[in-house]
């Protein structure tokens, strides 16, 4: 997913406020499950909700204002209940933050559940596992 950097990105110094790159993951995740056919809103009224359980950030290099990146997302680990991401994001090739997230499938009672079945074949296709 390509995201160009706005004023409103930034701190005071024209550098990415840190706790964005995080908006930036949950982007490119969001993405990532739109191009496997998964409409989040469809699965929210199935009652399969997706939460944040952790998030494993390394910061390398700023990004500033105006830049172009590149931020890729893939399906590292799918398991029964969880699944973890490999993150990352780039400029010009250069690495700039790295991050491991992982996602817990939940009900509508903010319960864990299984991932559905129907669910998890479409997101192994994601998956190097």
């Known amino acids: ?5 706005y004023y409103h990105d930034t701190d005071c ?3 990415v406020y840190y706790a964005n790159y995080l908006k930036y993951f949950e982007e490119a ?3 990532l ?8 809103s469809l699965l929210q009224n199935r009652g399969v909700l997706f939460v944040v359980r952790k998030v494993e950030v390394e910061y390398k290099s700023p990004a500033k204002y105006g830049d172009i990146l590149e931020v890729s997302s893939r399906i590292e680990k799918l398991k029964n209940v969880t699944m973890t991401f490999s993150q990352s994001i780039a400029r010009d090739g250069q690495l700039l933050v790295k991050a491991l997230t992982q996602l817990v499938c939940i009900n509508k009672e903010f319960s ?3 991932i559905p079945e129907d669910l998890a074949l479409v997101l192994k296709r994601f998956s190097p596992e």
Do not use: F, N, Y
């Not at 997913?1 to 950097?5: C, G, L, Q, V």
């Not at 499950?33 to 989040?40: E, N, T, V």
């Open 1 to 5: 997913m390509k995201k160009k950097i």
């Open 13 to 15: 110094g024209g550098v």
């Open 29 to 31: 995740r969001t993405e």
């Open 33 to 40: 499950m739109s191009k496997a056919g998964l409409d989040l």
């Open 112 to 114: 864990p559940q299984p």
